[in-house]
């Protein structure tokens, strides 16, 4: 007599019992692989730690210094000086290559007395602008300083009368040079003095 099998799919007793050899065999695997190659599997937690920048302060105290205010009339008699100075440096150039234009047969006889003349009229007019106005007569020591100008300035002025008498001397140009050399010289001092008034004042 045949038996009747009251279950039609008999396959799903089998499967559960598959799935969970499976199971068992991928486990006892891995933890084999791990113990045979030292390697730990256990989670770990990656600590983050977080810097935080150091404030720079930056440094921001000013050093103050003392200065040192000066009437206004002072600076502008300082200005004014300073203005003449140029001056003499620009007549001291014409002069000078004028003088040698003369020794190097540049200029004609009558071209270097009109240029040595016109040196008269510059230097006239220089001394007059050193005399006025002058210092503020309240600074006793800018007065004084400042005669001394206006006595260079005054002998810079007779060097160039000198000049022009030179060349239309007899000699061979010796009164020439010398009236020349005297001029340098005084213009040498003239800007010196210059130097030294505005030095003392803007020192104090």
Same mark, same amino acid.
């Given at each position: 007599?045949?038996?009747?099998?009251q279950?039609?799919?008999?396959?799903?007793?089998?499967?559960p019992?598959?799935?969970?050899?499976?199971?068992?065999?991928?486990?006892?695997?891995?933890?084999?692989?791990?113990?045979? $190659?030292?390697?730990d599997?256990? /989670? &770990?937690?990656? *600590?983050?730690?977080?810097?935080?920048?150091?404030?720079?302060? !930056? +440094? @921001?105290?000013?050093?103050?210094?003392?200065?040192?205010?000066?009437?206004?009339?002072?600076?502008?008699?300082?200005?004014?000086i300073?203005?003449?100075?140029?001056?003499?440096?620009?007549?001291?150039?014409?002069?000078?290559?004028?003088n040698?234009?003369?020794?190097?047969?540049?200029?004609?006889?009558?071209?270097?007395?009109?240029?040595?003349?016109?040196?008269?009229?510059?230097?006239?007019?220089?001394?007059?602008?050193?005399?006025?106005?002058?210092?503020? $007569?309240?600074?006793?020591?800018? /007065? &004084?300083?400042? *005669?001394?100008?206006?006595?260079?300035?005054?002998?810079?002025? !007779? +060097? @160039?009368?000198?000049?022009?008498?030179?060349?239309?001397?007899?000699?061979?140009?010796?009164?020439?040079?010398?009236?020349?050399?005297?001029?340098?010289?005084?213009?040498?001092?003239?800007?010196?003095?210059?130097?030294?008034?505005?030095?003392?004042?803007?020192?104090?």
């Open positions: 007599m045949e038996t009747f099998n279950d039609p799919k008999p396959g799903r007793l089998v499967l019992l598959v799935l969970i050899g499976m199971i068992a065999t991928t486990y006892t695997f891995v933890n084999r692989v791990a113990t045979n $190659n030292d390697l599997l256990s /989670v &770990t937690e990656e *600590e983050v730690v977080v810097t935080e920048e150091e404030a720079v302060t !930056e +440094d @921001t105290t000013t050093t103050s210094t003392t200065t040192t205010t000066l009437p206004g009339e002072v600076v502008t008699y300082l200005e004014e300073q203005g003449e100075k140029v001056q003499s440096d620009e007549l001291g150039q014409k002069v000078i290559e004028a040698q234009k003369w020794d190097d047969e540049i200029l004609t006889y009558q071209e270097a007395k009109d240029e040595f003349a016109k040196f008269i009229e510059d230097a006239d007019q220089f001394q007059l602008t050193v005399s006025e106005p002058g210092p503020p $007569n309240t600074f006793a020591s800018l /007065v &004084t300083s400042h *005669e001394e100008l206006t006595v260079l300035a005054n002998l810079i002025y !007779e +060097d @160039t009368k000198e000049l022009l008498a030179g060349l239309t001397s007899s000699d061979t140009g010796e009164r020439r040079a010398s009236a020349l050399d005297s001029f340098n010289k005084n213009l040498a001092q003239f800007q010196q003095k210059v130097d030294e008034i505005i030095a003392a004042i803007t020192s104090n």
